[in-house]
């Protein structure tokens, strides 16, 4: 659209001690094609005991600060209230935005029932697992894009996710994936949550695959924890709605995680009776070594199955400590060498 009728937005980040890339990030969101007059930038450094606070003051940013650290939840709580755009974006501290991004995002909302817009993520770096996560990503975004069709898109990233400002409520403080459950509350109320593809963003891959199954894991925990809070959204009278969160959430980040041990321990007692329980075995025994394989070698060529191995592996371990309550809103960023 024109700039004229751009809404005007506000650009929130809740910033745990990034002090080595706020500046830049702050850099990033006025590089975008945007009217300047028309965008509000606000950062949240609650429990930061660096220089992040300081630095995204001396930008002329808004920024929020108190010593107590209570989780992005809380932070996004506290800073909801100062937006003063028709439009919130949330986005990471981490990651950069394509000069078009929030326009892109911006665009949806000239669609009246359009609650929530969720960006599109890329990754980059070298080796398996940088090939593994962007594989994922790569499917994700085309199952998104069918589901968008229908406005039905199931979860956003944190990377860069837009909601109308006026739709918001303040999160329960126990939640612990803010994105995923801002998406379940507007479509909850009848909106359509909608897939920008155009709006790209991007940032490394983490340092270590230790480090990447533990940010897995968070994400899995809170899937699980949004997924039986809104249960009710599975249900055949929201039509595309229960269709997208059945097949999207419930089977893909529950059911099937925890069917796969299953699903081995039996090809594994049959194969003495049964040819294809032979066959299902050997195919799974395959999969695995490779898997680890690619662990082990971080090889490009072993990368699909060694991100099958870690997604289902880490959705095991985050319903596991979202049901034992192992998994508070707090929670440790993974390391990543640069600015995104």
Known sequence: PPDDELPALTVLVAALNEEAVIGEKISDIRKQRYPIDKLQIVVVADGSTDETPRIAEELGVDVLWEPERRGKTAAINRAMPIASGDITCLTDANCALDPGALSAVAAHFADPNVGIVSGAKTVFGSGGRAAGESLYWRIEAMVKSAESELGVTMGAPGELLGIRTALFRPIPEDIINDDFYLTCDVLDRGYAAKYAGEAMTSERTTESARGEFDRRTRVAA????????????????????????????????????????????????????????????????????????????????????????????????????WTTGRQTPLWNKPTRSTWA
């Open 222 to 321: 809170g899937t699980w924890q949004s997924c039986f809070r809104f249960a009710h959204l599975g249900s055949p009278q929201r039509g595309w709605v229960a269709l997208s969160f059945i097949s999207h959430r419930i089977l893909r980040n529950v059911a099937v995680p925890a069917m796969l041990p299953l699903i081995w321990a039996l090809s594994r007692s049959m194969r003495r009776t049964s040819r294809a329980a032979r066959v299902l075995d050997r195919a799974q025994q395959f999969a695995y070594a490779a898997a680890i394989a690619g662990f082990v070698t971080d090889a490009r060529a072993f990368a699909p199955f060694s991100e099958f191995l870690l997604l289902n592996a880490a959705q095991l371990m985050g319903g596991f400590r």
